[in-house]
């Protein structure tokens, strides 16, 4: 993977630039010196590291337009960071660039249970907007397994999605309005309280622009009111394939659960040794699919479920019968990545989605893979939503494993698009997914999203290098030709 190579010009700039930030942002608001940048050196891709020329980190929307004004006229790289929790190095800084961070963003500026939303600023934690109305029966659905730590901001824009997404939509279908920067320090607002855009829906193009378009200040979301009742079956099969199955004819049935999600035998495993939810040890796969709403109409549908998974061959079905319960099976799935990080010295955490029905197809075909490649793989997926998060087991120590890792990962997300899926599902593209984006579009296609990009970010300040495998200037875009996703001269970095 090729960063840009760093812009001896904005280097020699550093010192100026960073008075001119302490300007802006004074006190302990600019870090500059060499071990404490270290701390920003990397997000949770942490295969990919590089130290900024600095840190700001501002606390009002006026500092952020400052410094975004500052760069753009000087033409210095800005690389957005939320709580850096970033699957797919979305957060990873640029020698040559500074690093904008919003944890100091960290307050919720308004309760609406009316309208039932929340506006927070943008350090917010994605579990601090539930834990601010939990109390009066309301929650914020979008729940990543790293709701603990990754912020608002940071959802707003990877489109962040986790277990109930299935039924209550990933981050663009919660999201009702932003306040942001453009890069030349321009403040707009997007959408608000209500629902639906007033003209082009800008804020879905703000959603998932992984730190590209601009810089978010504020958030407002829809907030929910708890389920009356919900209760999560367990559901194992002696095989992926009959597991797999049994999600696409659960959905066919016409029954979106709250949450449906899938793990293979080594995550099974690994999550019984790390937090003894209490998973059957001799099966496949396991399912564990939580039904919302009414009592009774819980009660049924788990007996339906019950019924479809019998007729897929299941050999253990075991419903929650007390809210403990139903929090105990989850426990397994929500510590399953820190439960595989015990079994391997390293992993890699793969994001791809793929049409439901294919599932079994695609799990069959990377187990394959996991041979030709002689590297583990555990398996830990939002099924309902056809959201693979394969988990490539390796060694960093031993010479090559990390490269055979990171082929084995382009191999599923190739496989991923074969089968008419797509690249991503929720981790974004950032430098992971870059270099694979002409599997998936066009040149036309990255040309139309480019100029998006220059729309907003004609001097493209704001994260270069990530999601687009090449950056053309604004003025030039289009002119390179791709010919069936082989790029021209590939030793050439081209930014
Ligand atoms: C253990 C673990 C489990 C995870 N589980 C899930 C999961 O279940 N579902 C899921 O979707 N993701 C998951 N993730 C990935 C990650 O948590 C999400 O992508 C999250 O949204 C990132 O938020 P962050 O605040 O850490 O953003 P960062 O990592 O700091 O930044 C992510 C991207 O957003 C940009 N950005 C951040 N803040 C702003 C802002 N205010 N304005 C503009 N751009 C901004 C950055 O430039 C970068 O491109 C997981 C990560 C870990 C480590």
Redesign the pocket.
Known sequence: MLMPEPDRDSLAKRERIVEALRAIVPGEGVIASQDELRAYEC??LSAYRAVPMAVVLPSTTGQVAEILKLCNEERIKV?????????SG??LPLEDGIVLG?GKFNRILDIDYENRTVTAQ?GVTNLGITKAVEDAGFYYAPD???QIA??I???V??N???VHCLKYGLTTNNLLGVEMVLPNGDVLRLGGKHLDSEAYDLLGIMTGS??LL???TEVTVRILPKPETARAVLVGFPSNEQGGDCVASIIAAGIIPGGLEMMDRPAIHAAEAFCQPGYPMDVEALLICELDGPAAEVDHLIETVTSIARQHGATFVKASQSEEERQKFWLGRKAA?PAVGRISPDYYCMDGTIPRAQLSHVLRRMQEMSEEFGLRVANVFHAGDGNLHPLILFDANKPGELERAEEFGSAILRLCVEVGGVLTG???V?VEKRDLMPEMFTEDDLNQQQRLKCAFDPAQIL?PG?VFPRLHRCAELGRMHIHRGQIPFPDLPRF
Not at 79 to 87: D, F, H
């Open positions: 997000d949770g690389v957005p960071r939320g709580a850096g929790t970033s699957l979305g957060a919003l943008p990543p397994s790293s990754c912020s901001g940071g959802n824009a990877e962040s999605g986790g992984e730190g601009g810089v978010v990545f929720e981790h974004g950032g994260n990530k």
